[in-house]
């Protein structure tokens, strides 16, 4: 075996797991907090006004990254679940059940902000249209995830039925995603694009995607920091675990 | 890279858009604010409880 792959599997024990992500959170936080001001200074202070929707197009610097983020955790807790489905690893079930909290939130928050946006836009705060209802049923399909891991009490049996939800969930991503292409729906395809007036277009862009990035380096500071708590209760009888809890007891 | 803004209330008006804006703004700054602050609690209270039972498995 080379190098490269006996590093790879040396990170996926909680064990070794554990310290790593406690090293890379301040990391993934802290650029966070510098790609979200940089991403707010665009998008509330320099970005100017849309043509069609005035200043009500702000909305947009956080209902995509939030939609984005929402659908993005959604594949990747689906992959690991399949991992752990797979291989039984215990790394595996740990990082879907950190990541379905935040994925949950991110949803609410699409639909939150997408309400505030079709009201002024639309005149109604929600329709039933294909967007919209898949957007509201990934929502349904993380808290039911939430809900069918914490019913069950044996972990390694909670993350088999919980990738199973998982993965046939997965069906509704590339729907949310191509709703506005199938189907005639209310809600608009991509608003900001670079034809339309590039100078401004641009501006509008960057603050969208170092927002994006913002959201994105969140969710991975958040999942790293639930996960950590997940590896401790779940390995709470190892002396790994109790190594680490003497050590947090005399700081 | 100007201010686009005349004046704070402007900035705060939101070209008539400020409850939909700010609503927005707002609603997500919370839980992205809140949120943190629940994990740090739930890992504060994990590891006194798992701390506990160690010293009690201990004696």
């Known amino acids: ?251 | 890279m100007n201010i686009h803004w005349q004046s704070f209330s402007d900035f705060l008006a939101m070209g008539g858009y400020g409850l939909y804006v700010w609503g927005s703004f707002g609603v997500t700054a919370l839980i992205l604010a809140l949120e943190p602050m629940l994990a740090v609690r739930r890992r504060r209270g994990l590891l006194l409880r798992l701390g506990r039972q160690l010293r009690a498995e201990r004696g």
């Open chain 1, 1 to 251: 075996m080379n190098n490269r792959l006996i590093n790879w599997f040396k990170y996926a024990s909680p064990q070794s797991f554990y310290p790593l992500a406690g090293k890379l959170i301040p990391w993934f936080a802290a650029a966070a907090v510098v790609f979200g001001a940089a991403g707010l200074w665009l998008g509330l202070a320099v970005a100017p006004t849309d043509f069609q929707q005035g200043e009500g197009y702000r909305i947009i610097f956080v209902h995509v990254p939030a939609s984005w983020m929402s659908m993005f955790i959604y594949l990747v807790m689906a992959f690991w679940a399949g991992l752990g489905l797979a291989y039984n690893t215990r790394l595996s079930g740990m990082m879907a059940q950190a990541l379905a909290p935040t994925g949950a939130l991110m949803a609410f928050l699409s639909l939150w902000t997408g309400a505030l946006w079709g009201k002024p836009m639309w005149g109604t705060w929600w329709v039933w249209d294909a967007r919209l209802t898949s957007e509201l049923i990934l929502l349904f399909l993380y808290i039911g995830f939430i809900a069918l891991q914490a019913s069950i009490d044996d972990p390694r049996r909670a993350d088999k039925a919980g990738a199973v939800l998982a993965l046939v969930g997965v069906v509704n991503i590339p729907i949310i995603y191509f709703s506005v292409k199938w189907w005639n729906t209310l809600h608009q395809g991509s608003s900001v694009s670079l034809t339309k007036s590039p100078s401004m277009a641009a501006l509008m862009l960057w603050g969208m995607l170092l927002m994006a990035l913002a959201f994105w380096m969140y969710s991975i500071a958040v999942a790293l920091y639930r996960v950590r708590g997940i590896m401790l209760e779940r390995e709470r009888g190892s002396e790994w675990v109790k190594s680490v809890l003497q050590a947090e007891g005399t700081k």
